[in-house]
């Protein structure tokens, strides 16, 4: 069988041998509000398009002033790479995923696609509301482009393996809140990462074998504990970086991390709105952090619930939504003397800069100026 690193490593020969396989069409999706249950009941391979960093001549052309994940994107469409990809839906969220869309579409207008409005302001009383009509029309253009009906039967299977597939995950992500931790934060990014590409029926049977081997290793010396936030990643280079240097990232607040799993679709009778109720209760990001603010208390929570020692936060240079929410947590941390390290970076690291800071980040809590003991004090 193999590894969660190696289908990551070679997402697109996974994709092409899924199409072999099975026959169907790959829809790629930009930003995890994506509800993939409807268009995995459609009997589609949802696919979170990855950056990676792809040697870039045109973008500074076609997408100059968007983030360099989204540029990277739209630029591995150029070279071919995404060539197996069938359609392409954007949903609300950055306007520089959305750039990306209208951008890829240009070039390859014979992709199908559907823009699917989500709304930013999530917790408002008609947003339910909203969403599910949003659901109804997507479901409907989905059923005239594949030729069949996307029956209730397909929705609750969907809804099952979707929801099994966050609990196993959620699995993963307990093993690290032991204190004495083995599971590493690599190990664990790279495994979010490939499971976003996957049909999650097969990456459930893989984490079903996983989980047992990786609960029954022996635990590892105490090291810094540490949080990741900011915007998403695509490789697992930070955290390396981080366990190369005596720490370990125990948690997470990322959309491709955290806020991908924690929370369920509720089965009710009308489908779609149960499905639209999961998109709009997952924590908020930070674009949709938008008036009732959610987001810092979470985060709070997250470092208290896996006992970390400090956060760093990364985000990608260009990227608004975090650029923008970042005095809400930086003031949150601030308060409560949490030791925290921001960074900017694209979708490569800067290797020796970000180590210099993360140093200096756990250099200051070795000595034992952790949070309980008020480190700015
Ligand atoms: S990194 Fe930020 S700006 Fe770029 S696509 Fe993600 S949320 Fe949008």
């Known amino acids: 069988?193999?590894?969660?690193?190696?289908?990551?490593?070679?997402?697109?020969?996974?994709?092409?041998?899924?199409k072999a396989r099975t026959g169907g069409k790959v829809l790629g999706f930009y930003d995890t509000?994506?509800?993939?249950?409807?268009a995995y009941a459609a009997?589609?391979?949802?696919?979170?398009?990855l950056a990676s960093h792809c040697e870039d001549a045109l973008t500074d052309r076609l997408m100059y002033g968007n983030c360099y994940c989204t540029r990277d994107i739209f630029n591995q469409f150029m070279l071919g790479r995404y060539d197996y990809v069938d359609g392409l839906v954007s949903i609300e969220s950055c306007q520089w995923w959305y750039n990306a869309f209208d951008t890829t579409l240009i070039e390859f207008p014979e992709l199908w696609s559907h823009y699917l409005f989500t709304t930013d302001y999530v917790d408002a009383r008609t947003s339910k509301d909203a969403v599910f009509s949003e659901l109804k029309i997507f479901v409907k253009r989905l059923e005239e482009w594949i030729g069949k009906t996307v029956t209730d039967?397909?929705?609750?299977?969907?809804?099952?393996?979707?929801?099994k597939n966050r609990a196993l995950l959620r699995q993963l992500y307990q093993l690290r809140r032991f204190d004495r931790t083995a599971v590493l934060g690599s190990e664990v990014m790279e495994i979010m990462l490939a499971?976003?590409?996957m049909d999650k029926a097969e990456a459930n049977v893989m984490l079903e074998s996983l989980l047992p081997e990786l609960e029954a290793r022996a635990p590892q010396e105490d090291g810094v504990?540490?949080?990741?936030?900011?915007?998403?990643?695509?490789?697992?280079k930070l955290e390396k970086l981080v366990e190369s240097l005596g720490a370990n990232i125990v948690t997470d607040e990322l959309d491709n991390g955290t806020a991908y799993i924690l929370n369920d679709v509720i089965p009710m009778k009308n489908r779609l709105m149960a499905i639209g109720l999961r998109y709009l209760g997952k924590p908020h990001s930070a674009l949709k952090d938008?008036?009732?603010r959610r987001r810092p208390e979470h985060i709070y929570q997250l470092y208290e619930d896996f006992q970390a020692d400090g956060v760093i936060i990364a985000k990608q240079i260009y990227c608004h939504p975090h650029g923008s929410d970042m005095y809400a947590v930086w003031k949150l941390l601030r308060e409560r003397n949490i030791p925290y390290h921001t960074f900017e970076r694209d979708t490569t690291l800067p290797y020796e800069e970000t180590k210099l800071g993360v140093e200096a980040l756990i250099s200051m809590i070795k000595p034992g100026m952790t949070r309980l003991h008020g480190w700015s004090k």
């Open 1 to 18: 069988m193999k590894t969660f690193k190696e289908i990551l490593e070679n997402r697109h020969a996974y994709a092409k041998d899924w």
């Open 33 to 38: 509000y994506f509800p993939e249950e409807v």
């Open 43 to 49: 009997g589609l391979l949802p696919l979170r398009l």
């Open 153 to 163: 039967e397909a929705l609750d299977n969907a809804i099952d393996v979707y929801n």
């Open 195 to 197: 499971n976003q590409v």
């Open 225 to 236: 504990r540490l949080m990741l936030i900011g915007s998403e990643t695509y490789d697992a």
């Open 290 to 292: 938008n008036v009732w």
